[in-house]
């Protein structure tokens, strides 16, 4: 019987048998051309021309037509593919024929074609270049991971056939089709060659393109790149300010002794989970633990030891208690700590989740800081580290679990905390029938405000460890609808509270403006105020000699209460100012006020020294004649000078000049009186003295210091030198 076919067979060696591949191929062909060709990974087998025709049963047979496409089978795909058959693409194709001899040039990767009939012999030759079906003498297989951070910086290991020591680029393109060159959508990096079938290299960075699909090739010197192809995903990466942690082992009420365990969930740029591993976490728990000194004990035996003990024991119980007898009481050190660190286990789920699990072996708090390591290298710690763990005695092993009674509880208590805290915030932000007008009131609404955009961070976080632990519980069925609806609750009422704080803020803007400009203005009027005052005080009769010291220091300390006020309009204004976010404009009036202070101290130190100054030339006035020793005097006055010039205080006062001068007129008039008192003078020198300031006196025992002062001997002061010479 005359039959045409379009099947394909092939002999197993082994069995010896003759097997239908079951790959029909368009309309049945004959006395067609073909070659087997290795390729890596699969060898390929061409076919071109042949006669081809296709019968209905029944009908007449006649003979084919002649045909020039071709096509090839993937051996180990088992798919037929037709190429290199369109005269628009191939214009230079060879014409329709039969029996072509076909042969394939390893070198160059060309099939060659050449001869063959139709209605006459050909002497013709063609060659076609399907080194992009070929490939090269080397593909890729897998690699491992087949994902990596957009950021890149990922290790893979490359695996395959054929790949040489040699020059290697390993190609990644955006999108899900194979290159045969690369183009902007490419991009490479170097691979490094580990064996035939083993390759390593670091992922590029994706940035430009995005989290998206690419397709992994390589090229090994100068050599095509692969027809093979491996699929790679680029997530966004993952950020330390984007993930939490949650669960037992980061809370209160943790039951000591037995294994706790705590969740890290990674989370992307976006906020999103991630729902693949590898990511590098570092945790490290740690607990503070007393420093115990210990006491050295003499060598001299265990009999020695004990009695040296018990020794220091009756000492201290002989020792007096703190402050008896007038021992002062010792001062306590303060106790000293150092950080001991807690072994944990982390295991990466691969889908995003990370447990830690860690036992205390002792009551009390633990501090748990987890890092991530970022595309940069560095360590940063992820959304709310360090958070501390408590632990205590009672309590059972489960208690500690994922579901345990400690996280389930910890669910409840911040379900009721965070609606109430939502809802007390929401009435704080508000501005409905609250008088804006009124600064104070415009500023606790601002405080607020700021307060509430401040916290969102951490308040973020608690709502996103609430919803990632009934998710946790929502997977075991152990959550109630009440839950649920109380978390979709929280998370209207915070995004409504969001949004409310960015209005009020827009609303209370223009008398924010406002009140601040005013604050400005009050502030500067303080300043001048103050300013004026000062100047004013300055001509007080404080700063005048002949105020006499007890006024002076009554008016003095009159100062302090007048400065009451503006301390009260400093306090107020620099509220609003603080609150306005301007600090700094109070300082001036704060500064001003302080040297105020330091000009009334210095002058209360002055008048201090003036009454000093005074009680001592009173003291000099009332001393007797005979008793007078002038030297000790003048040392005591130049002291007194000493003091007074070393004094921080104006010296333009009318006060400082005025005792200046009486120190003065002193160091002038007890020189006089040391050459008056020489046991050298005779009743003459006294007489030539009486005629010359014309006061006629005795000098006796009743003679007082203070009546020769009166006698105004500066005015002699070279007649007395010349007398007493």
């Known amino acids: 019987m005359e039959m045409h076919f379009n099947t394909m067979w092939y002999f197993d060696l082994e069995t010896r048998e003759w097997i239908d591949c ?17 390729a890596i990974p699969t060898w390929k087998y061409f076919i071109f021309g042949g006669e081809a025709n296709s019968y209905s049963e029944g009908d007449a047979r006649t003979f084919g037509a002649y045909c020039n496409s071709s096509c090839f ?20 194709m060879p014409s329709p024929r039969e029996y072509a001899a076909m042969a394939y040039d390893n070198r160059t990767r060309r099939l060659l074609v050449y001869g063959g009939w139709n209605n006459g012999w050909y002497d013709d030759m063609y060659a076609l270049n399907v080194s992009k079906i070929v490939g090269p003498p080397y593909a890729i297989t897998g ?46 990096v170097v691979g490094h060659y580990k064996s035939a079938s083993e390759i390593h290299c670091v992922t590029p960075s994706f940035d430009e393109f995005g989290p998206k699909e690419a397709v992994m090739q390589i090229a090994i010197g100068s050599e095509d790149i692969t027809t093979t192809h491996i699929p790679f995903n680029y997530f966004l990466n993952t950020r330390a300010n984007k993930s939490l942690c949650y669960g037992p082992g980061i809370l209160e009420n943790a039951v000591a002794n037995h294994p706790v365990e705590f969740i890290i969930q990674a989370r992307n740029d976006l906020g999103e989970n991630r729902t693949s591993g590898r990511d590098q976490f570092e945790v490290k ?18 009999e020695e030891a004990e009695a040296a003990a018990k020794d220091e024991k009756a000492k201290k119980d002989a020792a007096p208690p703190a402050g008896e007898d007038g021992v002062p009481a010792p001062v306590a050190e303060k106790p000293k700590f150092q950080e001991v660190e807690i072994p944990c286990e982390l295991v990466d789920h691969d889908d995003g989740r990370y447990t830690v699990a860690y036992t205390s072996d002792q009551v009390g708090d633990v501090a748990v800081r987890v890092a991530f390591l970022d595309d940069k290298g560095k360590m940063v710690e992820v959304r709310g580290s360090p958070y501390t763990a408590a632990f205590a005695e009672s309590g059972k092993a489960v208690d500690n679990t994922m579901t345990g009674s400690i996280l389930d509880k910890h669910i409840k208590k911040e379900l ?42 951490q308040t973020m976080l608690q709502i996103d460890q609430l919803d990632e632990a009934l998710k946790l519980f929502s997977s075991k069925k152990l959550t109630k ?46 300043e001048e105020s103050i300013t004026q005052f000062t100047q004013d005080m300055r001509k007080r009769e404080f700063f005048q000699y002949n105020c006499g010291t007890e006024m002076a220091k009554e008016k003095l300390d009159g100062v302090y209460d007048e400065l009451k006020n503006f301390e009260e309009q400093i306090a107020d204004l620099g509220y609003n100012a603080e609150k306005f976010g301007k600090p700094e404009l109070i300082n001036k009036a704060v500064k001003d006020i302080d040297a105020i202070k330091v000009l009334i ?27 007078t020793k002038p030297f000790e005097m003048e040392d005591e006055v130049k002291k007194l000078l000493k003091t007074l010039k070393d004094m921080k205080v104006d010296k333009r006062a009318n006060a400082y000049i005025g005792v200046l001068d009486e120190i003065k007129k002193w160091l002038v008039f007890l020189p006089l009186i040391a050459e008056l008192a020489d046991d050298a003078m005779r009743d003459r020198h006294w007489d030539a003295l009486k005629a010359k300031v014309s006061v006629q006196f005795e000098i006796n025992d009743k003679l007082l210091l203070q009546f020769i002062y009166d006698l105004n001997l500066g005015k002699y002061q070279e007649d007395v030198e010349e007398i007493t010479d």
């Open 22 to 38: 079951d790959l029909p191929y368009d309309i049945p062909r004959w006395n067609h051309s073909g070659a087997l060709v290795e």
């Open 416 to 457: 009721e905390r965070l609606q109430n805290h939502l809802a007390d915030t929401k009435k704080e932000v508000a501005t409905k029938d609250k008088e804006l007008k009124n600064v104070k009131v415009l500023l606790k609404v601002k405080e607020h405000v700021e307060k509430t955009q401040l916290e969102a961070d």
């Open 143 to 188: 690699a491992e991971p087949n994902m990596g951070q957009l950021s890149g910086g990922v290790p893979l290991k490359i695996t395959g056939r054929g790949f040489k020591d040699s020059v290697i680029r390993v190609l990644f393109t955006c999108g899900n089709k194979p290159i045969d060159n690369a183009g902007k959508l490419t991009k490479e």
């Open 481 to 526: 609808d009440v839950q649920l609806k109380g978390l979709a609750k929280i998370n209207k009422e915070w995004t409504d509270l969001k949004k409310q704080t960015k209005d009020t803020a827009k609303e209370i803007s223009t008398h924010v403006g406002h009140e601040d400009e005013k604050n400005k203005t009050n502030i500067k009027k303080l």
């Open 73 to 92: 089978l993937d051996c180990g795909a088992l798919s037929w593919t037709q190429f290199a058959s369109d005269p628009e693409v191939y214009p230079n």
């Open 285 to 302: 728990i740690t607990r503070k633990v007393a420093i115990v000194e210990e006491v050295v004990v003499p060598a001299e035996g265990e």
């Open 601 to 627: 101290g210095n002058m209360k130190a002055l008048w201090d020294h003036i009454a000093t100054c005074q009680a001592a030339f009173t003291r000099f006035m009332a001393t007797r004649w005979i008793e």
